[in-house]
């Protein structure tokens, strides 16, 4: 279940097959070079890119810096690849992360990024509504970036 106004889904086209850009988003230590929050991932099991494989991501706003424990929840080439945030928390997970990819009639890939906010974490519950509302729409400003990044290195 989704905390109420804190889910996104955002997609854009891009001219290359759902394999490369399957390549891309699945591997999360380059997630930093497209997205405007996220600075890289360091992957903490043995198993990268697939279903179980545990990684640390890492994000930035402004001066506020931190880690978050994620696990992928779904490696399914070239469809789907997902995560979650602090899946061990006794009140995780707390964010779930999906790329989905699609075949579209040109011949290239629809891809869609989806935020899923399944519980709010620590940092925001004495958040206002307003103040929620304000990062939620920094989410989606950076979901549309990190999107338009994507194609770039794809179609490049």
């Known amino acids: 279940m989704t905390v109420h106004g804190m889910h ?18 699945s591997d999360v230590t380059r997630m930093g070079e497209w997205s405007p929050e996220n600075v890289g991932a360091d992957w903490t099991s043995d198993t990268p890119s697939t279903q179980g494989a545990t990684f640390e991501g890492h994000n930035r706003i402004g ?4 880690s978050v424990p ?9 469809v789907c690849f997902e995560w979650v945030t602090r899946p061990d928390d006794p ?3 707390y964010v779930r992360w999906t790329y989905r990819m699609a075949p579209n009639d040109a011949g290239g890939t629809l891809l869609s ?3 899923d906010v399944l519980a709010l974490p620590p ?7 307003q103040q929620l509302a304000a990062r939620a729409d920094v989410v989606r400003a950076g979901m549309a970036a990190t999107l338009q ?3 770039i290195a794809a179609e490049s």
């Open 63 to 66: 001066e506020r810096e931190w």
């Open 91 to 93: 009140e995780g997970p």
């Open 149 to 151: 990044a994507i194609k």
């Open 113 to 115: 990024e989806v935020w």
């Open 70 to 78: 994620c696990t992928v929840t779904a490696a399914q080439s070239p």
């Open 8 to 25: 996104h889904e955002a997609s854009v086209e891009i001219a290359a097959t759902p394999e490369a850009v399957y390549a891309l988003v």
């Open 123 to 129: 940092t925001l519950r004495d958040l206002s509504s």
